[in-house]
């Protein structure tokens, strides 16, 4: 009986460690580490291109840490916020897979260096964003000139040769503008498309970056407004007129930009997961040429901008 017993316990203890094992070795295995360059984001959804993966979904929370690394040896470290993580940003992130095969984010770790050359590309993203737009929109208008021309063609027989010469010049001019969109595609990659949605513009005056209490006002007005849009995301941009060195200029219009950021956070209404980076635009798209102090004060600018990813917003239909 005693040994029976003493099987029985032997038996329990082992099978006990055995479960045990397996456990800790699956907690284990959740956890992962990757390197890769961020090829899009949208609100919490961050999408990373690695060497194994084309594109891997990084979940991002209030909680992740964002840091950036510099100086000697890499050794100089500053704590950002998700709103850094742009893309065309090589990045190393840490966190755990969910049942999804998605990334829980824990850190991220990136260079220096590489946030102020993705930071450059997300500046100008924008513009070609809205000329992409207007490519699409082209292209759709020829299609729709072209199903036309077909349809004349079946009823017209008579004027069959000329028809044909006018739907083989859409014809070209389709693939014309069809090539033009793959190469600009070509140069932002798989990085995401936006559309605007509403925009707000706050002045500063000449040298400061001090958001005025009428326009603090405005500013949460305007977040109020953006919460209630589906998928939304804000994105601001800030702009310095032509006074001064191209230097100050450019300290100016991102700090400006980031005095801005700073009262859309207080605010309290919008999670850092929906906004963009803030840009620092230096003195690039003037409002109005800076030959009079009005242009100019016009020019010292903030715009904040409701944003929605094509993808929600039924793209180049919207």
Known sequence: MNIQRQLRTTSGLALSVAMFTSLGLTAVAQQATVEGLVIGRNGPSMSVKTNDTPRLTVLLSDGTKATAKGGFLGLGRQDLGIT???????????????????????KVVFSKSSLNTARQIDAGLN???????????????????????????????????????????????????????????????TLDQYVTKDSLTVNFANGKATVSKKDQDALNDFVKAAADT?????????????????ALNQRLSQERADAVLAIIQQS????????????????????DPDHTRKAQAQNRRVVVTIVVNKGISGGASS
Do not use: C, W
């Not at 079946?154 to 004027?159: G, H, L, M, N």
């Not at 589906?230 to 191209?246: C, D, L, T």
């Not at 840009?279 to 409002?287: H, R």
């Open 84 to 106: 850094a993580l742009v893309p065309g940003l090589f990045v190393k992130v840490e966190g755990a897979y969910n049942p999804d095969h998605q990334l829980i984010a824990k």
């Open 268 to 287: 309290g209404v919008v999670p850092m997961t929906r906004i963009l980076a803030p840009a620092a635009m230096g003195t690039t798209n003037p409002v």
């Open 230 to 246: 589906p998928g939304y995301m804000i994105e601001v941009q800030g702009f310095a007129s032509k006074v001064g060195s191209p």
């Open 127 to 189: 513009p070609v964003n809205e000329q992409l737009g207007q490519q699409q929109d082209q292209l759709a208008s020829n299609k729709r000139d072209l199903e036309q021309t077909q349809q004349d063609l079946s009823k017209t027989s008579q004027d069959l040769d000329t028809t044909k010469q006018g739907l083989a010049a859409t014809t070209a001019e389709t693939a014309s503008n069809t090539q033009g969109i793959g190469h600009t595609n070509d140069r932002i990659g």
